[in-house]
């Protein structure tokens, strides 16, 4: 079976034929990819290039692709002020069969290796200027503007999501409006950010989102460790005791504790503790 024969199911990359991709993307870009140190994600495959690059391919379904485009590491390049990647470099093609579109970005080498997966089961050896680029880059992001909406989990943030997100999981939520809105990565876990020097990557999700998203979304995926989650309501506590923080928080609980958790989700029990609090602080709001 080929990609172009998947329309009417889910892909996940890890397990689907890629070598023509990959291929297809050295002719177009002109350059060797490394086989040997391939990156393969369920969306997503990297690798770095003969060039001193790195090349990352998404394939994103066309009723994910024309809700607003999808050129988001393309369209982060204008940011200032916060550390990612530069980007070089871009193709897109559509699959046969116009199931999906394809995406290869190629951007500068990242500065060091991800801190790790998306869910620490350890606090990793963070320095503290680590944190504090950490902090300059993410309120850097947030005082510039973009048309772009994010699209966490690929889905357009919007009102009316937010309010279906938290009540399906906690339906005693009140007052779960929105009040303002900043540009956020929209995908910031302890897998898109390196160290021991800071660099944010994988930028296909950012746009418009509540304020205190990006925040709320690395405190979500610190919960398995104590300290580690301490640290970031420390460096991020503006955002996140926000009132739309505190709404943010939320949302990100409601996807680890909701009625899909994983039962083997180190997450959960924390999460569903620190809801039921946001929870009464948000009715007396």
């Given amino acids: 079976m080929t990609l172009a024969d998947t329309a009417s199911r889910p892909v996940d990359l890890r397990k689907e034929p890629v070598e023509h991709v990959l291929e297809l993307v050295e002719k177009r870009l002109g350059t060797t990819l490394d086989r040997g140190r391939l990156v393969l994600k369920r969306r ?3 690798a770095p290039t003969d060039r ?6 998404e394939r994103r379904p066309w009723s994910r692709a024309r809700e607003q485009g999808w050129a988001g590491t393309e369209t982060a390049a204008v940011l200032t002020g916060v550390a990612m990647p530069r980007w070089a470099g871009s193709v897109s093609w559509p699959e046969p069969g116009d199931a999906a579109i394809w995406r290869a970005d190629e951007t500068s080498l990242l500065p060091a290796a991800p801190v790790g997966t998306a869910i620490l089961a350890t606090e990793p050896d963070l320095p503290g200027s680590w944190w504090a680029a950490l902090g300059a880059s993410l309120d850097a992001l947030a005082g510039q503007r973009t ?10 943030i919007t009102q009316q999501h937010v309010d279906e997100v938290i009540w399906s999981a906690f339906p005693l939520a009140m007052n779960t409006q929105v009040g303002s809105w900043c540009p956020a990565h929209a995908d910031l876990n302890w897998a898109n950010v390196t160290g021991p020097a800071f660099c944010l990557f994988d930028w296909e999700d950012w746009g418009m989102a509540p304020r205190g998203l990006d925040s709320a979304s690395l405190l979500g995926s610190s919960l398995a460790v104590p300290a580690l989650a ?3 309501r ?6 996140l005791e926000s ?15 909701g009625s899909h958790a994983h039962p083997d989700d180190p997450r959960v029990g924390p999460a569903r503790a620190e809801a039921e609090q946001l929870v009464r602080e948000l009715q007396r709001l």
Avoid: Q
């Fill in 44 to 46: 997503t495959v990297g």
């Fill in 52 to 57: 001193s690059t790195w090349v990352r391919i």
């Fill in 147 to 156: 048309a772009r909406v994010a699209t966490p989990d690929t889905v357009a």
């Fill in 230 to 232: 301490d640290r970031v």
């Fill in 234 to 239: 420390r460096e991020r506590r503006a955002d």
């Fill in 243 to 257: 009132r739309d923080g505190k709404v943010m928080r939320l949302f990100v609980l409601a996807k680890i504790a």
